[in-house]
C-alpha cells in the first residue's frame, strides 16, 4: 500500500490547483482522475479559450442555500491573485465582455500551466484511476483503485458535478459525502438552454441562429441584461444560460426583445414621419426581419400601416416586444449544461478550509460544493479559491 499525506480525487480546476498548492507547501500529493486526460472541462470551456475568471467577482454572483459560505475563500484568493499567476506563466489573455478574460490562444495554455505548477510541487498525477471504495479509521482514508490501494491522513474530493457527462461528470462526490453522512442538495442544470413547447418551438423554428440583444427576467425578479439567441431546440444565448440557474420548472420567463428602444416613443416618431409605412417594416429597423416576421404570424403584431395602427393595438404590440411571457417547456439538462446547481451541504463544511466539520481530513471543492457562479469565469474563479483555501489547510 502506498501511502501520501493528501489524496485528491478529480484533476479538473479544483483538484488540479489545489494538488500544485499543497504540493508546493511540502506536502506529498497524489492526484487522481477517471479520464484519460487532465482538466478535461478546461480544455473545452470558453470555445477552447477557457474563461478563466472574471474581473468582477464578488460573491453576489453566485447561488448557493448558503450565500455567505464563498466569502471568506474569495476574499482570500481573488480574480486578481490568478491574474498573477496566469502573468508569471506569459499567458497572453484578453477581455471579452462583462469582465470576462479569456485566453488569447487556448486554453491547453491554462492546463499546461496548472500541470507546470503541479510538477513544481512534485505532485503524483495518475489518470485513468477509478476508485472503487473509499474507507476511512484512524489512519486516516484508504482508497481502493483499480489495480492498487492507497492511503493518505487528507483527502480532498474535487470530482466536479453532473454538467457535461460526456467529458467523464458523475455523482461519485455525492455519493461519497452520503457515505459517509454529510447532507447533500438535490442537483440540476444550471447554465443551461431552454427547450420550449412544441407548438411554440415550430412557431419560433424560423428563427434558428437568430440573435437579439435582451433583458430576461425571472419570476425570483432576477434579471439579465445580454444576448438570446434562438435556436432549433429553444432558447440559448447568454442571458438564457444565466436566468436559467434562477429558473423552476413552470415558471414563466418575461423577455424585453428591445432593452435599447422604448418602442412607443419609436412607432410615435415613426408615424409623424412615415405614416404610410408598414408597423411590420418599421420594427423591422430595430429588430431582426425574420423575428417580427414570426411574431406577426404569432398574432403579436398586427398587419397595418403606422397610420392604421390605434392606440390600443399599439400598447399591445409595445407591451408583447418589451415583456414578452414564455413559459420554457425544461431545460436541455445536464449533457450541455456548464455547471450543476446544489451539492454537498455547505453547513457541514468550513468556509475557512472547505473540511467537513463532522469528518477531519475530508474535503469538498469546486463544483461538488453548493457554490454556483454567473456564466463568464465566476465558476473557475470558485475552483481556484476553493482549492487554494483548502491546500492552505492540509
Not at 501511502?3 to 504540493?23: P, R, S, T
Not at 474569495?74 to 508569471?88: G, K, S
Not at 469582465?99 to 499546461?112: K, P, R, W, Y
Not at 483499480?146 to 453532473?162: C, D, F, P, Y
Request: proline share 4%; aromatic share 8%.
Amino acid at each position: 500500500m502506498e501511502n501520501f499525506d493528501v489524496i485528491i480525487i478529480g484533476a479538473g480546476a479544483a483538484g488540479l490547483f489545489c494538488a500544485a498548492q499543497a504540493g508546493q507547501r511540502g506536502k506529498r500529493v497524489l492526484l487522481l482522475d477517471n479520464g484519460k486526460k487532465a482538466g478535461r472541462k478546461i480544455l473545452m470551456s470558453g470555445g477552447g479559450r477557457c474563461n478563466f475568471t472574471n474581473l468582477y467577482t464578488e460573491p453576489g454572483a453566485y447561488l448557493s442555500h448558503n450565500p455567505h459560505f464563498c466569502k471568506s475563500a474569495l476574499a482570500r484568493y481573488t480574480q486578481w491573485d490568478f491574474i498573477d499567476l496566469v502573468n508569471r506563466h506569459g499567458i497572453a489573455w484578453h477581455e471579452k465582455t462583462l469582465g470576462q478574460l479569456f485566453c488569447d490562444d487556448s486554453a491547453q495554455q491554462i492546463v499546461d500551466m496548472l500541470l507546470k505548477e503541479c510538477e513544481a510541487g512534485r505532485v503524483t498525477l495518475r489518470l485513468r484511476s477509478e476508485v472503487l471504495s473509499v474507507t476511512h479509521d484512524e489512519s486516516g482514508y484508504t482508497l481502493a483503485l483499480n489495480g492498487s490501494t492507497v492511503q493518505a491522513e487528507k483527502l480532498v474530493i474535487a470530482s466536479g458535478g453532473l454538467s457535461m457527462p460526456g467529458l467523464g461528470a458523475s455523482p461519485f462526490g455525492y455519493k461519497l459525502a452520503e457515505q459517509f453522512g454529510l447532507n447533500v442538495f438535490p442537483t440540476r442544470a444550471g447554465l443551461v438552454p431552454f427547450t420550449l413547447h412544441k407548438p411554440l418551438l415550430e412557431q419560433l423554428s424560423s428563427l434558428s441562429g437568430v440573435s437579439v440583444p435582451s433583458v430576461l427576467a425571472a419570476e425570483t425578479g432576477t434579471t439579465f441584461k445580454e444576448a438570446l439567441l434562438f435556436t432549433h431546440r429553444g432558447l440559448s444565448g447568454p442571458a438564457v444560460l444565466q436566468l436559467s440557474s434562477y429558473w423552476q420548472p413552470g415558471e414563466f420567463v418575461t423577455i424585453d426583445l428591445s432593452p435599447e428602444q422604448e418602442l412607443g416613443a419609436f412607432l410615435n416618431a415613426e408615424r409623424d414621419a412615415h405614416p404610410n409605412q408598414s408597423l411590420k417594416n418599421t420594427l423591422a429597423k430595430v429588430l431582426p426581419r425574420r423575428l417580427v416576421e414570426c411574431l406577426q404570424q404569432l398574432g403579436n403584431v398586427p398587419e397595418c400601416t403606422l397610420k392604421q395602427l390605434n392606440a390600443r393595438q399599439q400598447s399591445d404590440v409595445v407591451a408583447s416586444l418589451h415583456h414578452w411571457r414564455v413559459q420554457p417547456n425544461g431545460t436541455e439538462g445536464y449533457r450541455t449544461a456548464e455547471v450543476t446547481l446544489g451539492g454537498v451541504d455547505t453547513s457541514v463544511l468550513s468556509s475557512k478550509t472547505m473540511e467537513a466539520s463532522a469528518m477531519p481530513g475530508l474535503y469538498f471543492i469546486g463544483e461538488v460544493v453548493d457554490v454556483t457562479g454567473w456564466l463568464g469565469g465566476y465558476n473557475f474563479q470558485w475552483a481556484w479559491s476553493s482549492a487554494w483555501a483548502c491546500a492552505q489547510a492540509l
